[in-house]
């Protein structure tokens, strides 16, 4: 398996992480004001982009975020972070920020982030033996 670039997007332009830049004055690094969601890529397949792009939209709507990419250019540029990093096994961060505030509060343009994370695979044991499972009912305070 090639290890993933770690390919960062920016406003849908891939570049390699370590050059990518975002300034301080982003809520995301202010007041971590943003809408966030993960997906795995499995085999060079995004798994349920649909249903990711659904929840992250409605997280960023919720958070009036705007203007937010549509899901075809979000899918698209998934591709295109698929095509840089070939068709292995890893994960991508998706950010939509705040931007930065004209008034150091309120959320003004945003940036679009999608980060590519290599994901361990699990032990071939937990496929072979099972995994133990326990269940809490939990309600997160800020979903």
Not at 60 to 81: N, Y
Not at 107 to 131: F, I, K, S
């Amino acid at each position: 398996m090639t290890k993933p670039q770690r390919t960062f997007g920016i406003d849908l332009a891939c570049i390699p992480a370590d050059q990518a830049t975002i300034p301080f004055t982003d809520l995301i690094v202010r007041r971590a004001y943003g809408a966030f969601d993960f997906l795995r890529v499995v085999d060079g397949v995004p798994l349920f982009i649909d249903d990711h792009l659904a929840r992250f939209d409605r997280s960023a709507q919720l958070l009036d975020l705007h203007p937010r990419p549509t899901h075809e250019a979000l899918k698209k540029h998934v591709a295109d972070i698929i095509d840089a990093n070939g068709p292995g096994n890893y994960g991508m961060q998706l950010f939509l920020t705040g931007g930065d505030p004209t008034d150091n509060f309120t959320p003004n343009t945003p940036r679009t982030l999608v980060l590519v994370d290599d994901l361990a695979p699990y032990p071939e044991a937990d496929y072979q033996n099972g995994v133990s499972l326990l269940t809490h009912a939990f309600t997160r305070d800020l979903p």
